[in-house]
């Protein structure tokens, strides 16, 4: 993150504009906005920013910015739409201490204006670091379509109700209050009696939450599907929204952990295959004292929960402590890998089954049906397969599995650093070796031929 956002408080401060063209009229109609004392300076200003100054809205000095003028300014804009006339004024700016932004010239600014969605005060400030303003004006239409002109009203009802809300206990009750204040009573009392409603709808409201019992602590054991956060369900992402607590194997992606509420507490749990874990009694116990507190815990785990994902020990402890649990399905690896390579796991008069093994476990493996799954045709996926590579070829091979047989190695399932190897059963544990990441081995699958990702990579090794 190049630019880090804030929200200045301009209430009562200078921020000074340099120019009078339809760069500086621009500017002015966002910042006019605002409860700052705005200073334009320009020679020839056009026809609008005469009429803001003539109605008192700002003031106009008919001549340039000079260093003077800079003192106790919190903003300055330079909008001269001349280059050097600019980079004078930004200069200046620079000298003074005074954060300034150049129209139009990112690399000269020292902020940036984002777009925004006004519903004051709620502001929803989007910004690209310019990369991508036309991105960034798409992300503010479809939120301006999303939120009713009447939020700024709640908010401010909401604004001047807080400190009397303050008597509900902090985290899950507060929070459900201002949720049903927002998402139902708010909007209601606003709909059918205007804003003189709404203080006491807010007053009915904390009544009813005051004398409602302490919430009771829940455990959600979500799925975080492969890597990707967009292939999280809708519901996954309801459940760390409203985490108190996150509790998550090491597999789980940052990018999927940011997804959680800032104020959750977040516990590594550190299950990675063979690597360091947390004992399983361990995870047991954190889950169980975070629910007897009152918490509305995630126990977020790498695909899906019920894939080799020691489901059913944690469900029995919760319940062994009468702790109330559901189940939020994830998409699993192997069905992120498959889609990876554009084949399916199924496919008439080819197969009607498949197997999913894990690695983790090779003493398990000699109970396998290891001819069935040697027949041409057979498909699986094996999780956690780099370890146990050795084993699966030999076994299959002393069960008649063809030599050729093809298996794709897909690493990092659905994330961006993700790689495919396509080979087959005679070579699969040496292709292994420079594999780092989480890697499911697709038996009796190749990347489809079609696949636009595959046309122009190595045949061994495709990075996708």
């Not at 200073?39 to 056009?46: D, E, H, I, R």
């Not at 399932?413 to 990441?437: E, K």
């Amino acid at each position: 993150m190049k630019y880090f956002p804030i929200f200045l408080s301009v209430q009562n401060r200078r921020i000074l504009v340099s120019g009078g063209g339809a760069a500086a009229v621009a500017k002015l109609r966002l910042l006019l906005k605002t409860e700052a004392r705005i200073t334009v300076f320009a020679t020839q200003p056009a026809p609008e920013i005469s009429a803001w100054a003539d109605a008192g809205r700002l003031m106009l000095a008919p001549r340039g910015l000079e260093r003077a003028d800079l003192r106790d300014a919190a903003l300055l804009y330079a909008a001269d739409e001349d280059a050097a006339q600019d980079a004078r004024i930004a200069a200046m700016g620079a000298e003074a201490g005074v954060l300034t932004n150049i129209v139009d010239n990112l690399d000269g600014s020292s902020f940036l204006t984002p777009a925004i969605v006004d519903r004051d005060p709620v502001t929803i400030a989007i910004g690209t670091e310019g990369a991508a303003p036309v991105l960034a004006r798409s992300i503010k239409a479809g939120l301006e379509e999303r939120l009713p002109q009447t939020l700024g009203i709640l908010a401010r009802a909401a604004k001047a109700f807080r400190p009397l809300a303050e008597r509900l206990a902090p985290g899950r009750v507060r929070r459900a209050f201002w949720a049903e204040y927002y998402d139902y009573s708010g909007p209601k009392a606003l709909n059918a009696s205007g804003e003189a409603a709404l203080p006491d709808a807010l007053n009915a409201l904390l009544s009813r939450h005051m004398s409602a019992p302490a919430p009771v602590g829940r455990v959600d054991l979500v799925g975080a599907g492969p890597g990707d956060p967009d292939l999280l369900t809708l519901k996954a992402r309801k459940a760390l929204d409203a985490a108190d607590v996150v509790i998550h194997d090491r597999l789980v992606t940052p990018e999927i952990l940011e997804l959680a509420r800032r104020e959750a507490t977040i516990i590594e749990a550190g299950k990675t295959g063979f690597g360091p874990a947390m004992q399983q009694d361990d995870i047991n116990t954190l889950m169980i004292e975070h629910a007897r507190a009152g918490a509305h815990v995630v126990r977020l785990k790498s695909g899906d929960p019920a894939v080799f994902g020691r489901l059913d020990e944690e469900l029995d402890a919760l319940t062994a402590a009468g702790i109330d649990w559901q189940i939020v399905p994830g998409i699993t690896a192997a069905s992120a890998a498959v889609a990876q390579i554009g084949q399916s796991f199924t496919k008439r008069q080819r197969n009607s089954s498949v197997r999913l093994l894990t690695g983790h476990d090779v003493a398990g493996f000699a109970e396998h049906d290891w001819r069935a799954l040697a027949r041409a045709g057979e498909v699986a996926a094996i999780y956690m397969g780099k370890r146990s590579a050795r084993f699966v070829q030999g076994r299959l091979l002393m069960h008649g599995a063809d030599p050729a047989t093809p298996v794709t190695v897909v690493e990092n399932a659905s994330r961006p650093d993700s790689r495919l190897q396509a080979v087959t059963l005679a070579d699969l544990p040496a292709s292994l070796d420079g594999v780092d990441g989480p890697a499911v081995l697709l038996l009796g699958l190749a990347p489809r031929a079609a696949q636009p990702a595959t046309a122009t990579a190595h045949p061994k090794e495709l990075a996708l």
